[in-house]
């Protein structure tokens, strides 16, 4: 076996074993990992020492592939196993706890919270030292916080914060949970890369201990010059924070200057979305390399000045050194991001390789980079950009192997070599975008080969030679504003973003490879052969119920209902869930990605009642699906009356769908009238309940929010009930679900749609009790995530979080 075989055997097998120990749903125990790893490394010297020349070549290529993949797996576990035992104790949850930390991360302030990042030195419960992990996520609300359903405390405004500087706080804590959704972010594993395993909220109100800056330390002193920097700029770019579109610009400044991309304006990142410049916008692989291209060109010019340091080192290997150390150096300003992570190591890898004179072909050095971030950061497998830019290098790598002859000298020639670049790019990546977000810019095209050299040539070197000079932040701000106004306009063309249902990962890569096919320098016969295999990824359909027959997808929403009701060829929504704050909601978060990833064209938009945790995130859902017709109990609300007409959901209500029967069963007509010198009714109590039976008659009631007395009343009129599936009324408040609605109902499972440790205590202890009494089994969004159930199988229920289980997501105690 010859050594680069060997090699490259060990470099595959690498990254396989640990993408392999990323699909454990648990972690073993440390000491099983502990016993691999000294058995792969024993293996490794006896095959180094006894076998090196003995059998079959390909053996010994498997016998190397199979012990890195051991290592390397072992190595992943015994990390992970380790940092998983700092885990949040479940007691500590919701409790009071007096902490002592340092600020780790420039804090981030937003219209309801301050965010920030606590390295945790100690902490104290009821005067008794407790453990908590070293990296905590905080909140710190504005104003008036609701803490409880019957309770408010006026918080005391957030203080200046500053990073290195030790504080004292009272915080109330929870284990990281996430929303679990079919195509959803995956906000635990997020936390997980970022070492964070706690999150919660400062408590600073009247009855709480204040808040106490305790002094200010040496630690942490590249971000808080990224802090300065960051506030620099805004109060330069933006004095008056009332002029939006100063701020917004000011935005884009400070996140390419400091890695600040909270700083963007969501509707700007909208637009840098819809025409595919968003990786332009953060501090991205292609400004970390550019930094270094470029620091290494200075380098290069200043070392060649002088004679005695060629002597001693050659300019281009000085060069080399101190370009990837000055990117090093940028990415750790930027804010050392996962990306910014990735490009350092790319770099120091191929840097190492050219000083130690070895010339190595183009797929093993690739593999060699792909092989040393994956060895430091094997959950870099896990993210959408570690495969962007890594397919995007390799096939860059394989077309331009003759590329070198292929384009005419001079101007021309390096723009049609970068016109052709971005198109081979474009090209092979769509389908890998499409596997990976469900989208494709179609003038990403246009809008890259106009931002990528003016954001990297003007808009970033402005922005970074700002720091020295502050006038010039402006310049960038100008050279912003230009750039902004044509890519608005891209955006706003009709189908400048195509969205298409998330397809398998086997159709995503037949398609990844279609599209290297096509951009190969192959004959076009060849090249052909790339289309059919692109055709999955574009014309997948998720699979829908069979005529006769409908499928409940209970959404993980939070504190919330949210219900996708789908037949053969139709849906219905039943209600949006919460929102979250001014500019989020679960419309936008949650619901708008589901409905793209599966392909759905709502035909209506039920909204059960006109309390938030049902309508939150109506206006998103309707502005991505504005031929949903909408119906509800919302009289009376302005806001939810500018969505457009919306009919009444009254009792007596009937239609069918692809052979399974729709009814309504509340609100009576004219139960929203309340009788002269009474109160006005709750909108609880105006929940429309809808019934679902298919062909066969198995049934499923949407309950929203009636309370006992609406329970008790449909019950006396021996309205039709029956159902194999509840959704449980009100979350499972105490003041609903009786015994008498349970019995007449007689459902064989109940799901309640609820927060992960739930402010309001839903679903009540009692109600669970009672339900389960019933022989009904419950099925709660925070154990199971979203919910899926079938009606051609009433028996089961599909939770997200056990059909996708992996080890770093939260186990509800």
């Keep these: 076996m010859g050594r680069g075989h060997g090699g490259t055997a060990v470099l595959l097998g690498t990254v396989l074993g640990a993408a392999l120990q990323l699909q454990q749903a648990a972690l073993w125990h440390a000491g099983v990992y502990g016993l691999l790893l000294c058995l792969a490394c024993g293996a490794a010297l006896v095959l180094w020492h006894w076998a090196p020349q003995r059998g079959p070549a390909w053996e010994r290529v498997l016998a190397w592939a199979g012990l890195a993949a051991l290592l390397a797996g072992a190595l992943t576990g015994l990390r992970a196993a380790h940092f998983s035992v700092q885990a949040l104790p479940p007691a500590l949850e919701g409790k009071d706890i007096q902490v002592t930390g340092i600020v780790a991360a420039m804090p981030q302030p937003g219209d309801v919270a301050l965010r920030l990042r606590l390295a945790v030195e100690s902490a104290r419960l009821d005067g008794a030292a407790v453990q908590l ?31 290195g500087e030790r504080w004292q706080l009272t915080v109330r804590l929870k284990a990281p949970h996430g929303a679990r959704n079919p195509h959803g972010f995956d906000y635990e594993l997020w936390l997980w890369e970022q070492g964070v395993q706690a999150t919660g909220y400062v408590r600073a109100g009247p009855r709480d201990t204040p808040p106490r800056r305790i002094a200010s330390t040496w630690r942490y002193p590249i971000e808080r010059a990224r802090q300065t920097v960051r506030d620099a700029i805004v109060e330069r770019l933006a004095p008056d924070a009332t002029v939006q579109e100063s701020l917004r610009t000011a935005g884009v400044v400070a996140a390419l200057v400091t890695g600040d991309q909270r700083a963007i304006d969501r509707a700007d990142w909208d637009v840098f979305r819809a025409t595919g410049v968003a990786h332009l916008m953060s501090i991205s692989g292609l400004h970390i390399t550019l930094f270094a291209w470029l620091a290494a060109a200075m380098v290069r010019w200043l070392w060649r000045r002088s004679p005695r340091l060629c002597l001693a080192v050659p300019a281009p290997s000085a060069a080399l050194v101190f370009g990837v150390l000055l990117a090093a150096m940028y990415a750790l300003f930027s804010g050392w991001g996962v990306p910014a992570q990735r490009t350092v190591l790319m770099l120091s890898t191929v840097a190492l390789l050219r000083l130690s004179g070895r010339r190595w072909p183009w797929p093993q050095v690739w593999l060699l980079t792909c092989a040393v971030v994956v060895a430091l950061d094997p959950w870099a497998l896990l993210q959408a950009g570690f495969w962007l830019s890594f397919v995007a290098v390799a096939i860059l790598f394989a077309t331009d192997s003759r590329a070198d002859s292929a384009y005419p000298a001079g101007t021309g020639g390096r723009f049609y070599a970068l016109l052709r670049e971005q198109w081979v790019v474009t090209l092979a990546l769509t389908p890998l975008g499409l596997l990976l977000f469900g989208q494709v810019s179609l003038v990403g095209l246009v809008a890259n080969l106009l931002a990528i050299p003016w954001v990297t040539l003007v808009v970033t ?14 310049l960038a701000a100008a050279a912003v504003q230009p750039l902004a106004a044509v890519l608005q306009w891209l955006a706003s063309w009709p189908g400048a973003t195509l969205w298409l249902p998330a397809a398998p990962v086997w ?16 004959p076009w016969p060849v090249r052909a052969l790339g289309v059919p295999l692109l055709l999955p990824v574009l014309l997948w359909q998720a699979p829908r119920p069979a005529p006769g027959q409908f499928e ?65 995130g109506a206006a998103a859902v309707l502005a ?48 929203a009238d309340a009788a002269p010198g009474l109160r006005a009714v709750r909108p609880n109590s105006l929940s429309c309940v809808l019934r679902i039976v298919s062909a066969s008659g198995t049934a499923a009631l949407l309950a929203g929010d009636i309370e006992s007395a609406q329970e008790q009343a449909l019950v006396d009129r021996a309205a039709p009930l029956e159902a194999e599936v509840l959704l449980l009324p009100h979350h499972g408040s105490k003041t609903s679900s009786s015994a008498a609605f349970l019995a007449a109902v007689q ?29 009904i089994a419950v099925v709660q969004s925070p154990r199971c995530g979203a919910a899926t159930w079938r009606s051609a199988q009433p028996a089961q229920v ?6 996708a289980a992996r080890y770093w997501q939260h186990a509800v105690p």
């Design 133 to 163: 992990p070293p990296l905590i996520d905080l909140a710190w609300y504005r104003g008036l916080w609701q803490e409880t359903p019957d309770l408010a405390s006026l918080q005391s405004q957030p203080l200046a914060l500053r990073p």
């Design 461 to 474: 070197p402005l922005a970074l030679l700002g720091t020295l000079w502050a006038p010039l932040w402006q």
């Design 507 to 522: 159709a995503g890569v037949a398609g990844v490879a279609g599209g290297v096919l096509l951009a190969l320098r192959l």
């Design 552 to 616: 409940l997808l209970a959404a993980d929403v939070g504190q919330g209902n949210a219900v996708l009701v789908r037949t053969a060829t139709h849906s219905l929504l039943y209600d949006t869930g919460p929102r979250f704050g001014p500019d989020s909601d679960a419309g936008g978060r949650v619901l708008v990605p589901l409905l793209r990833a599966l392909g759905e064209r709502l035909d209506m938009l039920m909204l059960s009642h006109r309390d938030s945790d049902h309508t939150g």
């Design 624 to 671: 991505q699906q504005p031929q949903a017709v909408l119906t509800g109990s919302i009289a009376g609300d302005e806001a939810l009356r500018a969505l457009g007409p919306a009919m009444p959901c009254l009792a007596g209500q009937r239609w069918r769908w692809d052979g399974v029967d729709f009814e309504l069963l509340h609100p009576l007509p004219g139960a």
């Design 747 to 775: 459902p064989r499972t109940a799901l309640v749609q609820a927060a992960y440790r739930s402010r309001f205590g839903h679903p009540a202890p009692e109600v669970v009790q009672r339900v389960q009494a019933h022989g």
């Design 798 to 803: 599909r939770c997200e979080r056990e059909e």
